[in-house]
Each structure stands twice: as structure tokens, then as C-alpha cells.
T-cell receptor
Framework: GQQLNQSPQSMFIQEGEDVSMNCTSS?????WLWYKQDPGEGPVLLIA?????ELTSNGRLTAQFGITRKDSFLNISASIPSDVGIYFC?????????????FGKGTHLIIQP | DAMVIQNPRYQVTQFGKPVTLSCSQT?????MYWYQQKSSQAPKLLFH???????NEADTPDNFQSRRPNTSFCFLDIRSPGLGDAAMYLC??????????FGPGTRLTVT
């Protein structure tokens, strides 16, 4: 089956630092999504990417859909305490088909005061 | 606000006692999914409905069933819960697999 390799597994950073995480896949996807999940809650969509090479920003967040369609990265600039949480990448197929999303194992972001 | 609603947020059931989790949506999305998320793991797709068509993942146990009586509602039935079925169950919706929106989840405890 498809596998997503998400790295790093965890990050310990200082407030104000920039953050970068990425996902790679053994298969091609035509959708890459980035979610943030807080404890006891469902994942919240941060950025959705639907085209190879697409670079999209949402406030301090920037994500790119790799040109090979097998990878994506998420950058967070000038981190703040509320950025703490688990970030998941997810690959999928839009426009019909039989599959939902395949998730990476998550990146646990911890911000040290 | 348009959203995905899951009830209850917390469910406790006994080993072997059937349990039903519910999901409703006000987004008018045509696809509804059920994911299982165990502690410190990524969500794992169980099955989904694309309109009225049911799509089961190959490794989803037979113990898990789903019903979608109309566009807005979808149910997850666990016929005989085991201790290994304790998890967060996440409902999600999308329009043709674009822009998945997740509900807040139901945390299931099996005693």
C-alpha cells in the first residue's frame, strides 16, 4: 500500500523561529493536504494543494506540492505558542475515485519559551 | 457555520456490546468518510461513501459497518467491540475528494 514518510517526527524550537517539515511518498498523489491536530480534537485543514509545483500561503504558513507529485513541504514562519500541536500531511486523489486520504505519521511541534 | 458534527464526543461501551457512532454535516458534501485514529498514530481510513456508493478499505475488519441514510448523515456501527477498537473515530466530508473537512471526533473506550 501507499506510504507517506513525514519528517521530522518531532521538533523542539524557540518561539519566533521558522519551522520546516516535509512528506515524501512512494506513490503519486494529485492532492496534498496539511492538517494541524490539537489533543482530543479532529484535524483542521491548513493548506490544500491540487497542482504539481503549486506554492500556497495561508498567513505564516507556506506549503508546496512537489513537481514529481511525490512530495510536499510545509513551512511556518516566526512561530508562536499557539502553533504547538501535531501536523499531518495527507495525500489523496481529487475529482472522483475510490480512495480517501493517506496520512503521514505526523510532526509533533513543541515550542520552548 | 457549515460544519461536520459528531455525537457523542465520548462513548464508553462494554466488550462485545454493539455501539453506533453518528456523524452529520451541513456542508452538502457528497463524500463522507470514517477514519480510525489510535493514540499517537495517524488517522487510518476505514471506508467512505461516494454519494450512495460504499467503498470499503481492504483491511477494514468485518466488525465495522457503515450506513448513510441520506446526504447529511453517516453512521459507524461496531458490531462486537474489542479492546483493540478503543480509539478516536473521525468523520470527514469532501466534495469529490477535494478539501476534506474533519469533525471533532468521538473517543471510544471499551471496558
Amino acid at each position: 500500500g501507499q506510504q507517506l514518510n513525514q519528517s521530522p517526527q518531532s521538533m523542539f524550537i524557540q518561539e519566533g523561529e521558522d519551522v520546516s517539515m516535509n512528506c515524501t511518498s512512494s506513490s503519486i498523489f494529485n492532492t496534498w493536504l496539511w492538517y494541524k491536530q490539537d489533543p482530543g480534537e479532529g484535524p483542521v485543514l491548513l493548506i490544500a494543494l491540487y497542482k504539481a509545483g503549486e506554492l500556497t500561503s495561508n498567513g505564516r504558513l507556506t506549503a508546496q506540492f512537489g513537481i514529481t507529485r511525490k512530495d510536499s513541504f510545509l513551512n511556518i514562519s516566526a512561530s508562536i505558542p499557539s502553533d504547538v500541536g501535531i501536523y499531518f500531511c495527507a495525500g489523496g486523489y481529487s475529482g472522483g475515485g475510490a480512495d480517501g486520504l493517506t496520512f503521514g505519521k505526523g510532526t509533533h511541534l513543541i515550542i520552548q519559551p | 457555520d457549515a460544519m461536520v458534527i459528531q455525537n457523542p464526543r465520548y462513548q464508553v461501551t462494554q466488550f462485545g456490546k454493539p455501539v453506533t457512532l453518528s456523524c452529520s454535516q451541513t456542508l452538502n458534501h457528497n463524500v463522507m468518510y470514517w477514519y480510525q485514529q489510535k493514540s499517537s498514530q495517524a488517522p487510518k481510513l476505514l471506508f467512505h461513501y461516494y454519494d450512495k456508493d460504499f467503498n470499503n478499505e481492504a483491511d477494514t475488519p468485518d466488525n465495522f459497518q457503515s450506513r448513510r441514510p441520506n446526504t447529511s448523515f453517516c453512521f459507524l456501527d461496531i458490531r462486537s467491540p474489542g479492546l483493540g477498537d478503543a480509539a478516536m473515530y473521525l468523520c470527514a466530508t469532501s466534495r469529490d475528494h477535494r478539501g476534506h473537512v474533519f469533525g471533532p471526533g468521538t473517543r471510544l473506550t471499551v471496558t
